[in-house]
């Protein structure tokens, strides 16, 4: 596999496809979306400036740890002039997200550990649902599953 010469400025999409392991279907669509931004040669094609390489990664970055892309596009629409982040903007954007990923990653665990016993959903399936979610009295509190959604209830084992 070919690697793109170190010391190129502009890159083809294809490129900054190759080097950022992007499809060129998905840089087009984070053009559309406003995410990254390229200029057109004479001859119609786009021309991309290196350091839209670090954009990318943020956005696949934070697109892996689910950030909405709305989301990161508003992160990436305050900085000045489009440029791509520096550490101290990453190290903002980071700070921003933080409380969110902290949430994320406390229902990724309780899905994780409590998701094989009673989530109080109201199905009834499971045989601990009738200990934990009797006659669906959960059902009570809202839709959903409530023993997920409440954090403050106890999913302990049935």
């Known amino acids: 596999m070919?690697?793109?010469a170190w010391n190129k400025s502009e890159?083809?999409?294809g490129e900054l496809s190759q080097r950022s392991g992007v499809a060129v279907s998905a840089l087009h669509f984070y053009e559309r979306q406003g995410l990254i931004r390229s200029r057109r040669?004479?001859?119609?094609?786009?021309?991309?400036?290196r350091a839209t390489l670090r954009r990318v990664a943020l956005i696949r970055i934070a697109?892996?740890?689910?950030i909405p892309l709305a989301e990161i596009n508003r992160a990436l629409a305050n900085l000045p002039d489009g440029r791509t982040p520096n550490q101290k903007d990453w190290e903002e954007l980071s700070h921003r997200w933080r409380a969110d990923l902290?949430?994320?990653?406390?229902?990724l665990q309780q899905l994780r550990d409590d998701f094989t016993d009673c989530i109080g959903c109201g199905c009834l399936s499971l045989r601990c649902c009738a200990l934990a979610n009797t006659h669906d009295e959960l059902g009570e509190h809202g839709p959903g599953p409530r023993r997920l959604i409440e954090n403050g209830m106890d999913t302990g084992s049935c």
């Open 2 to 4: 070919d690697t793109v």
């Open 11 to 13: 890159l083809t999409v």
């Open 41 to 49: 040669t004479s001859g119609n094609q786009r021309r991309y400036r």
């Open 63 to 66: 697109q892996r740890v689910g």
């Open 102 to 107: 902290d949430d994320r990653i406390q229902r």
